[in-house]
């Protein structure tokens, strides 16, 4: 998918599926999009994505979040910009944890390639920026899989499952 929203343009690539461009005009609650796929448990998952952020939008913002309907915040990649730094600050949630916005990008309105790993064996999870690994961690919950028939949403945080978007 390419996404580009009023804050950010995210363009993201799914498994073997080819999606066409979305655009988001305005910073909204409700400007999202939506992958229909039925996803099975997963023990281990990663997701790239392209990032070109607006140099003016200094709010926490959703990249994309997976929410099932036991378990509303699953894996989750948020992103900050840090205007005394000039970079953009990267978190990933697991499993309800969130993990410390550590790994960044310069906010210079370029387009930037993040990949989020994580596997189920040892709880290890990976944020890499432009191809190099920029974070890593074992602070998530290493006894369960990330549930299955869950909802992928690009660009905004599910307060609910597949919905109640409030940032």
Same mark, same amino acid.
């Given at each position: 998918?390419?996404? &580009?929203?009023?804050?950010?343009?995210?363009?993201?690539?799914?498994?073997?599926?080819?999606?066409?461009?979305?655009?988001?005009?305005?910073?909204?609650?409700?400007?999202? @999009?939506? #992958?229909?796929?039925?996803?099975?448990?997963?023990? @281990?998952?990663? %997701?790239?994505?392209?990032?070109?952020?607006?140099?003016?939008?200094?709010?926490?913002?959703?990249?994309?979040?997976?929410? @099932?309907?036991?378990?509303?915040?699953?894996?989750?990649?948020?992103?900050? @910009?840090?205007?005394?730094?000039?970079?953009?600050? #990267?978190?990933?949630?697991?499993?309800?944890?969130?993990?410390?916005?550590?790994?960044?990008?310069?906010?210079?309105?370029?387009?930037?390639?993040?990949? %989020?790993?994580? &596997?189920?064996?040892?709880?290890?999870?990976?944020?890499? %920026?432009?191809?190099?690994?920029?974070?890593?961690?074992?602070?998530?919950?290493?006894? &369960?899989?990330?549930?299955?028939?869950?909802?992928?949403? %690009?660009?905004?945080?599910?307060?609910?499952?597949?919905?109640?978007?409030?940032?």
């Amino acid at each position: 998918i390419n996404v &580009r929203l009023d804050f950010i343009a995210v363009s993201l690539f799914f498994a073997d599926q080819v999606l066409r461009t979305l655009s988001f005009s305005l910073e909204s609650t409700e400007g999202h @999009a939506r #992958l229909g796929t039925r996803f099975p448990p997963l023990q @281990a998952v990663s %997701v790239c994505v392209r990032i070109q952020w607006d140099l003016r939008y200094n709010q926490v913002s959703t990249i994309f979040s997976y929410t @099932a309907s036991v378990f509303i915040n699953e894996f989750q990649l948020r992103g900050r @910009a840090d205007g005394a730094d000039g970079q953009v600050l #990267l978190a990933l949630i697991v499993h309800g944890h969130h993990c410390p916005y550590k790994a960044s990008f310069p906010n210079d309105g370029e387009w930037h390639q993040v990949c %989020v790993s994580w &596997r189920n064996s040892d709880a290890l999870w990976v944020i890499y %920026v432009d191809g190099e690994m920029r974070d890593t961690g074992t602070e998530t919950d290493p006894t &369960r899989e990330i549930h299955g028939e869950g909802i992928f949403i %690009v660009g905004q945080d599910q307060d609910s499952f597949g919905g109640d978007f409030t940032e």
